[in-house]
């Protein structure tokens, strides 16, 4: 099996972050790797709210989010485990990724009182 590729720190740029948080799937993904540390699979992420992503488009964004040095996967037997590189990425771009996620809550919060809020 081919290895996965994980950018090393020093060469994550901020381009490929913005790329990679671009897509709210993404985002949303992201986010909760973030909060948790840790997804066991990646088909636990598969559910974003009332969406289901398919397994195709879910191993892309997650290629996607390791090719731009946001999460380290690792193989277990036949799972993925997926980690947050959140507190490298935070040292090498302070506040970015806060920011990031950040617009997207404050935005599904817009959109979720209505237009006139």
């Given amino acids: 099996m081919r290895p996965l590729f994980h950018p090393a720190i020093e060469d994550i740029q901020p381009e490929a972050i913005l790329h990679a948080l671009s897509d709210p799937n993404r985002a949303a993904i992201f986010a909760r ?41 690792e193989r277990h037997g036949v799972e993925m485990r997926n980690h947050s590189r959140c507190a490298e990425v935070e040292a090498r771009f302070p506040g970015l990724l806060a920011a990031i996620i950040n617009a997207y809550a404050s935005d599904a919060c817009k959109h979720a009182r209505g237009p006139d809020a």
């Fill in 33 to 73: 790797i973030m909060r948790t540390g840790c997804v066991e699979a990646c088909s636990a992420v598969s559910a974003l709210g009332d969406r289901v992503i398919p397994k195709s488009s879910l191993s892309t964004h997650f290629k996607v989010l390791r090719e731009a040095g946001l999460i380290r996967s």
